[in-house]
Each structure stands twice: as structure tokens, then as C-alpha cells.
């Protein structure tokens, strides 16, 4: 969710630290037999990529294999859709919890995993904001945490995390934040943008480059220049792009086409995407030196309903943001109200919670949220309302529920999404708007 008139956080902000259950992982068969992984965090990833908290070195074993992290007593973990599987006593574990001591097969490879009696220490922020960002729970006081340290650096940043987590308003709030602010914050969106117009989007075109170049156009790349560029969606990047773009990261140098020198350009690099890349990389569809390039430094967004605590702290910060009425802001911003909403599943995330929000605001009254979950259809029919009202209103359900199920079964991919669907791309756009999915 990007939000307007975002705050420059002050510097200086005290940190508090928060107690996590540790555990190791020590590699039991395969290369290597005897290495450990036992570092102070929540999180391993366990691959062959030399990004990879744990490396293990075996051709068995995917690029980006399996993540785990700790949750309790217990281990989650979690298949990066790897090449050979992720198994624990001859069972393939997909995504699921383990306890001390099992031992998880990787290819030929093989890593114990126990939970310490210790504990371990992380950073947390003492802030409730980080420019449109608040919250008070672990998670986001943790994110806000790394954003401090992140924001003054010049480190190129990938942020993860689900639609309408906020990716486009950490990418301006680090922006906001960092030497670079007075500088132009560039936005490029890649997922809405069509391939054949990405190239000079990004790198510009010389006059006759191509039909209908009639005059030159300065790319994102050059715009951003002494400021940031912000690579929404980076995840639907074409392959034949992906080179491209590579060489711009490693040499800060673009050529645009038709043009025969190159562009020196002082920038820096934010990133964003639904999607896992490392997935992504498994599967061939992006590149592992351009993955290795963009996530130097990698943030990950955690998604509403883990967050449940935060809600009467967003909803009165979002109806603030709406400019709600004092009445709507005292009747949206009751506690009975705000435990309706953190009952939902949100799958828009914060920027859906806005959009709910912003139409309780609008019709002055109070809405339940939609959920996924289709009701009977006796009961999805609120015969209180006006007849227009409920038409409304189970339009939007069905809108909200087709669309999901249709880009979650195409792996975010809204081009195929369209093209499975027989919708017009730019109105799948619309309605992935219009219901706060994207």
C-alpha cells in the first residue's frame, strides 16, 4: 500500500531486544558432513546458491532448496519448490512443522535440525511508524528495526511479501529516509506494463529506434538518477530482460535503444514481488545472478492476519489517512468492530483493510469484510439492505473470490491470468485494484 506525505523518520531511535528460541542445523550426510548452521535468527536457508545461509554443495540439492524457521518449540519447514524434494522419514514435507532432532532429506544431502534450550536475542524498534508502516507487534517491529539500519545505506533491497502488504511504502519510506531523499523516487510497475514497451520503460529510446519512436524518451533508469528507482512486481521481468537489467545493476550504466553509448547512472535499487524468486530461480523462470543481485538486502513483509495485534492501531491510522468523520472514526474504531475485522482473512492485505475502510467511510456504515470463504447462498443475501446495496455487494464477493482463485492458480501471473480467464488484461488490472489484490 502506498500512502501519501510519508514521514522522514527521525535518526537515532532507540532499539529493545526480543527473546527467540534458537535452534541449529548440522549437516549429517553429504558434503561437508559436520557444518552447522547455528546463527542468532529466526530463519536458514538451506540451498546450493552461495546466497544460502547453509550451503551444501551437492547437485542433488536445488539452488535454493528449503527454508526453516523456528515458530515455538517447533521448526517450520518449507519446500522451495526444489528440484529432488524435501523429506523427513520418507515423507515429502511441502510446507510443515517439525520438532528437534529430525533429520531432513535434501538429494543425496542430509541436515539434522534441533531446538536449543537457549535463547537468542533480535533487534526490535522502539517505533510504532516507519513512514506509512505501523504496527506494534514483533513483526513489524523487527522490519522497522532493519529498516533503520537499511535506509542510510546505498544497498540495493528486495522486498517480499504478499499483494497490499505495503512493498511500494517501505521502497519510499527507505527512499524518504536515506541521503537520496531530495533526489526523484521513480516508479516502474512490471507486471503492468507490456513486455514489448518494458525495455524503453526502463532504459529509454533514441528518436527512430523503432516505429513510432517519433523523439527520444529518457527511461526510468535516467529519471532516477542522484534518487531511487522503485522495480515493482520484478517478479514478471520477461527472461530477455533479465540480462539486461543485470548489466545495468552491476555497472550502473544503461544504453538506450537505438543508441550506440552508454548512460552513466548514480541510482539506487528497490525491489518487489509477491512471488518467492528463489522459487522462481528452481524453476528457470529468473535468473540466479540477477536474484543474487537484487537481494542484497532481502525484507520480508509479514501479511495481515499474522498480525492481528496491529489492527486497532491501522484501522485508526487509516481513518485518519481517509480523513474520516470523528463519528466514523469513534463507530469503525470500536472494539467490537475491530475484532470483526481481525476475524477476516484479508487476502488484499492492508491495502483491502483501506478500501473496506475507506467504504464503511463512504456509505456511513459499518461492512462486514468479505473473506474468501463463499457463503451458502442463503445466507449471502443481507435482505435489510436495498435491493441495489445487496446486488452490490455479492457482485463484489464473487469479483473478490474469481479473481483470487484465478491469479493464485497462475502463480501471480496476471498476463496468463487474462488470457485464461478471456478478460481484457488492463480490466483484470481494474479489478485486482478495485478490490485492493494489487
Not at 537489467?245 to 541510482?267: H, M, P, Q, Y
Not at 545472478?289 to 487509516?318: F, I, S
Not at 464477493?397 to 496476471?414: H, I, K, M, S
Request: charged share 25%; glycine share 8%; proline share 5%.
Amino acid at each position: 500500500m502506498t500512502e501519501p506525505n510519508v514521514t522522514r523518520p527521525t535518526t537515532g531511535t532507540a532499539t529493545r531486544r526480543r527473546a527467540i528460541r534458537r535452534f541449529h542445523v548440522t549437516v549429517v550426510a553429504g558434503p561437508k558432513v559436520g557444518q552447522i548452521w547455528a546463527n542468532p535468527s529466526e530463519r536458514c536457508a538451506v540451498g546450493s546458491h552461495p546466497s544460502n545461509d547453509l550451503i551444501i554443495d551437492d547437485p542433488t540439492v536445488s539452488r535454493f532448496h528449503c527454508e526453516l524457521s523456528i515458530n515455538g518449540d517447533r521448526v517450520r519447514v518449507r519446500d522451495l519448490a526444489s528440484r529432488n524434494g524435501t523429506f523427513a522419514n520418507g515423507i515429502t514435507i511441502t510446507d510443515g512443522a517439525v520438532g528437534g532432532g529430525t533429520v531432513i532429506q535434501l538429494g543425496h544431502a542430509q541436515i539434522r535440525i534441533d531446538v536449543d534450550a537457549g535463547k537468542a536475542e533480535i533487534d526490535e524498534s522502539e517505533r510504532e511508524q516507519f513512514g506509512s508502516l505501523v504496527g506494534t507487534s514483533p513483526q513489524m517491529r523487527e522490519l522497522f528495526s532493519q529498516l533503520e539500519k537499511v535506509a542510510p545505506t546505498d544497498a540495493t533491497v528486495l522486498v517480499e511479501g504478499e499483494t497490499g502488504t505495503g512493498k511500494e511504502g517501505v521502497a519510499e519510506a527507505i527512499h524518504e529516509a536515506s541521503p537520496r531523499a531530495a533526489g526523484r523516487f521513480v516508479v516502474v510497475d512490471c507486471g503492468a506494463i507490456p513486455a514489448n514497451l518494458l525495455e524503453s520503460e526502463l532504459f529509454g529510446h533514441e528518436q527512430g529506434a523503432f516505429t513510432g519512436a517519433t523523439e527520444r524518451r529518457i527511461g526510468a533508469f535516467e529519471q532516477a538518477s542522484k534518487g531511487t528507482i522503485f522495480l515493482d512486481e520484478i517478479g514478471e521481468l520477461p527472461p530477455d530482460l533479465q540480462p539486461k537489467l543485470l548489466r545495468a545493476l552491476e555497472s550502473r550504466e544503461i544504453r538506450r535503444i537505438g543508441a550506440r553509448d552508454t548512460v552513466r547512472c548514480d541510482l539506487r535499487i528497490i525491489a518487489a514481488t509477491n512471488r518467492d524468486l528463489r522459487k522462481e530461480v528452481n524453476a528457470g523462470t529468473f535468473r540466479a545472478d540477477l536474484y543474487y543481485r537484487l537481494a542484497v538486502v532481502k525484507l520480508e513483509l509479514p501479511a495481515l492476519r499474522d498480525r492481528p495485534g496491529d489492527m486497532p492501531l491501522l484501522v485508526h491510522h487509516l481513518l485518519a489517512r481517509l480523513r474520516a468523520p470523528t463519528t466514523a472514526i469513534a463507530d469503525l474504531g470500536s472494539p467490537d468492530f475491530i475484532a470483526t475485522l481481525a476475524a477476516a482473512s484479508w487476502p488484499g492485505n492492508v491495502r483491502e483493510l483501506r478500501n473496506h475502510l475507506e467504504q464503511c467511510v463512504v456509505f456511513g456504515e459499518r461492512r462486514a469484510p468479505n473473506t474468501l470463504a463463499t457463503p451458502h447462498p442463503s445466507s449471502a443475501i443481507d435482505i435489510a439492505s436495498s435491493y441495489e446495496v445487496a446486488r452490490r455487494q455479492a457482485i463484489d464477493a464473487f469479483e473478490r473470490t474469481y479473481v483470487t482463485a484465478l491469479v493464485d492458480r497462475c502463480r501471480g501471473n496476471v498476463a496468463q491470468a487474462a488470457r485464461d480467464s478471456g478478460l481484457n488484461r488492463a480490466y483484470l488490472h481494474r479489478l485486482l485494484r478495485r478490490h485492493g489484490l494489487r
